[in-house]
């Protein structure tokens, strides 16, 4: 990896950081709020611009598409997840959805430069990735990955402009517990079952206790209309992500299927990250299907978009580092 | 919320396809509650909901517990142990994607689908052809989206009409008009969008049981200068057809490196012949580029070495070779303390030659040999004669592929055309009064904010006062 594409990741990462701090910032200040907000959605601009140079030039560096392993792969996480939050800031005009996003970029950055060295040096490809189907198939998934990322976050932040507090407790910390399994199953060398257990049963419990908790609405908040105009816009948000996310995904499993059968002769092979990304595909189906029978309201549609969430990060980090085994072993460094 | 949903709800009653029900709204409501008589219990979308969450769930317990077709029941006891494993095998839950339950529950989602597509998707595409009706200022009032509008000039109206019917296309709406009333629609190939995926579901469901009835597939790790015998190799179950006569010769197969030592591909050489041993055609694989011959498709999928053939003092013997990460090595036990031990890292490679003692730690290099050379081990004369690579063959005929692919064309389409937003704006222009309101499935508050764009352009070229409704409160201003 040269300096210069070193220098623009690290830009792009404290770029993020910056940003999240400034979103942050901006809810202290009535004031400055509108500039302050500016300067976050600049800096995030400009993390997003430094990235997409970085991509590029890592593609250059390694004279193949720059999507090969799981720190690669990251970057275009990140990538995705800042541009499709100033897609949508440009689209809404919606602000507080930028800390979450620069929050999530940020995370991803700090994830990737902890894994080891081998994976942020570029490698060469193993044969089964040697193909031009890789750029065809890798890139819708991630970016669906985003997308259902930032729609879950939306899902959050519906939930808090609807006043159901303590069901976005329980959102909040059961993605909390999910994240910090996943980082323990990457960095620590704690048993992968209760690992695989506390993910399970967070991931099971929570959203049970927030829909149980649904009822419970801060009065304060259902007497602001401005909070509840607030709630609909995210809740269209996080459809419009689905609307985005659904597509690519259902793209990057087909041609996952197309690839497979080009290269082994079977589109399907029950593969857990397979199994997996059509699992997220069934319950991102289920949401569209309950969205347009319009049976759930938008805060129990924000819940499900929490359960998407979860299973697109078993999805894409789960299943690699909480010891599952599968053909899709290139997102595996250990 | 309660009054957003409530409002949600108008709008669902304003939709379109029953967009005459704002006129009138008892004889379509009649006209649904007996559609809804009409249809199957498997036509339900809760139903179809339930089952993908079913659904979802078993895949998710399939994908979470190694499966015996993948990794053999021995993984299964490995990972979870006796006790636990021998319960995984009894339920099913070990091979999940063979159990009656799976199989019930994909019967049962596909029934579901089917009935769904026939009952409730494609007739809605009658629904396209039908003339939505003109709205009426109080009707349009009843929008989720919309403006009343004072016209203070009376010789302005005309002109109004006409510049919003203009505008409106511009935005890409197909507008009609009647008079001093407007209706434009837009985003109608949206609508397509449920029906050419269910068009797409079917038509996979059609390739896939083309290719399980009419097709076949196998593996079989042949050596080098040994054949595929087709009916030797493990393969599915065939119910229409026969498996080929035809034979595959491996006449030559090679591994690839990288300059750091790493694989970078596998080739193996191929010629397919008939019994007597006439070759029919030739051709080289490798991982991503198979051969197709009388529509068989031979994929490169796995390589290794299986053999290191060594002369011991003139006789030769073939040993079998044990992967060992990167590695390949074999194992001669001596004596009952002592094993000789030879590791090969790829073919052109030398052969390395250990012997670990019990009082060892670890073996210990004795030398290297390269290929065709010898070494003395005290009396014995040992010649590494060659490397006996072994190639994985993978195998399919699928007569259902060009159905299925087709499918896979259609779905795509189908997921993307969901994300063109349908709309519908309706315009009245009563008295002094222009009312402006629409409706959209997707992207509201784009919509919404493409709707006041309008009218505030409107306002820059014609004399237009906003009458007053609910507003957000100022002061309240939402911090989005």
């Known amino acids: 990896m040269s300096d210069f594409q070193l220098y623009l990741t690290n830009t792009a990462g404290l770029s993020s950081v910056a940003s999240f701090w400034v979103f942050v910032a901006s809810n202290g200040t009535k004031k400055f709020q509108g500039l302050a907000l500016k300067i976050a959605n600049g800096v995030m601009l400009v993390g997003f611009i430094a990235l997409t140079v970085a991509i590029i030039t890592r593609g250059v560096e390694a004279q193949r598409f720059p999507l090969a392993n799981l720190y690669e792969s990251l970057l275009w996480f990140a990538w995705a997840t800042m541009g499709g939050f100033l897609y949508l800031c440009r689209s809404y005009g919606i602000q507080q959805l930028g800390w979450l996003a620069s929050l999530l970029a940020a995370t991803m950055f700090l994830y990737g430069s902890w894994l080891p060295q081998s994976q942020h040096d570029i490698s060469p490809l193993v044969p089964a990735l040697v193909s031009y189907w890789r750029q065809i198939h890798v890139p819708p998934l991630i970016v669906s990955y985003a997308m259902f990322f930032l729609a879950g976050l939306s899902g959050l932040l519906n939930l808090w402009q609807a006043g159901r507090l303590r069901s976005l407790a329980f959102c909040v910390g059961t993605i909390i517990a999910a994240c910090s399994a996943i980082g323990l199953g990457t960095f620590s060398k704690v048993d992968t079952v209760w690992l695989q257990l506390l993910f399970v049963a967070s991931s099971v419990l929570g959203p049970v206790a927030a829909f149980r908790s649904l009822g419970v609405q801060d009065a304060a908040i259902e007497q602001n209309k401005a909070a509840r105009k607030a709630a609909e816009m995210y809740d269209d948000v996080g459809y419009r992500c689905v609307a985005i996310g659904f597509p690519l995904l259902t793209i990057g499993i087909i041609t996952g299927g197309l690839w497979a059968n080009h290269a082994w002769g079977s589109y399907w092979s029950w593969d857990p990250k397979e199994s997996m990304a059509l699992v997220t595909w069934l319950s991102y189906a289920a949401y569209i299907h309950l969205r347009i029978q319009r049976d759930l309201s938008a805060e129990k549609l924000s819940i499900v978009s929490v359960i998407g969430l979860l299973l697109t990060l078993l999805t894409y980090l789960g299943f690699n580092s909480l010891g599952f085994g599968g053909l899709h072993s290139y997102g595996k460094f250990k | ?480």
């Open chain 2, 1 to 480: 919320m309660a009054s957003l949903l409530k409002q949600d709800d108008k709008s669902k009653d304003l939709e379109p396809e029953v967009g005459s029900k704002a006129a009138s709204s008892e004889e379509p409501k009649k006209v649904r509650a007996a559609n809804k008589d009409q249809l199957s219990p498997f036509a339900s979308v809760k139903l179809s909901v339930f089952l993908m969450c079913l659904m979802a769930l078993t895949i998710l317990i399939g994908a979470g517990v190694p499966q015996e077709s993948q990794g053999g029941q021995e993984k299964v006891f490995e990972v979870f142990g006796n006790q636990i494993a021998e319960w995984l095998v009894r339920l099913g839950i070990s091979d999940i994607y063979h159990s009656p339950w799976f199989l019930a529950l994909t019967a049962t989602l596909t029934l579901n689908m089917i009935v769904v597509s026939f009952q409730r998707v494609f007739p809605k595409l009658r629904l396209l052809k039908n003339t939505l009706p003109f709205f009426r200022g109080q009707d349009i009032l009843k929008l989720p989206v919309h403006h009343c509008l004072t016209v203070a000039k009376a010789d302005e109206q005309t002109a109004l009409i006409a510049d919003l019917s203009v505008r409106l296309t511009k935005m890409g709406y197909k507008v009609r008009a009647e008079g001093t009333k407007l209706m434009g629609q837009y985003g109608l190939v949206g609508r397509l969008a449920p029906s050419v995926t269910h068009v797409g579901l079917l038509t996979l469901l059609a390739g896939i049981t083309i290719t399980s009835w009419t097709g076949f597939n196998g593996f079989q790790p042949v050596l080098l200068d040994e054949k595929l015998n087709f009916t030797d190799s493990q393969h599915s179950k065939l119910w229409i057809g026969s498996l080929p006569k035809w034979q595959v010769r491996v006449d030559g197969t090679r591994r690839e490196n990288y300059a750091t030592g790493q694989a970078k591909q596998w080739f193996s050489n191929l010629s397919v012949v008939d019994d007597k041993g006439k070759v029919l055609h030739q051709g080289e694989i490798s991982v991503n580029n198979p051969l197709t011959y009388e529509n068989v498709d031979i994929y490169q999928s796995s390589w290794g070495l299986a053999k290191v053939a060594v002369s011991f003092n003139g006789h030769v013997r073939q040993l079998d070779l044990r992967p060992m990460g990167e590695k390949y090595a074999c194992f001669l036990p001596l004596d009952q303390d002592t094993v000789l031990i030879m590791s090969l890292a790829s073919e052109g490679k030398s052969l390395r030659v250990f012997a670990k003692r019990r009082e060892w730690q670890a073996p210990k290099l004795i030398s290297e040999i390269q290929a065709g050379k010898s070494i003395k081990l005290g009396d014995v004369d040992v010649v590494f004669e060659k490397a006996i690579p072994i190639t994985g063959l993978q195998y399919k005929r699928d007569p259902g592929l060009p159905v299925t692919y087709l499918a896979f064309g259609i779905i795509m389409i189908g997921v993307l055309l969901a994300a063109v937003p349908h709309r519908h704006v309706w315009v009245a222009l009563e008295e002094n009064k222009l009312y402006l309101g629409g409706t959209s499935r997707k992207a509201k508050v784009g919509f919404e904010r493409s709707i006041d764009n309008l009218v505030e352009k409107l306002k820059e070229s014609f004399t237009l006062q906003e009458q007053e409704q609910e507003r957000v409160d100022q002061g309240e201003e939402a911090n989005v």
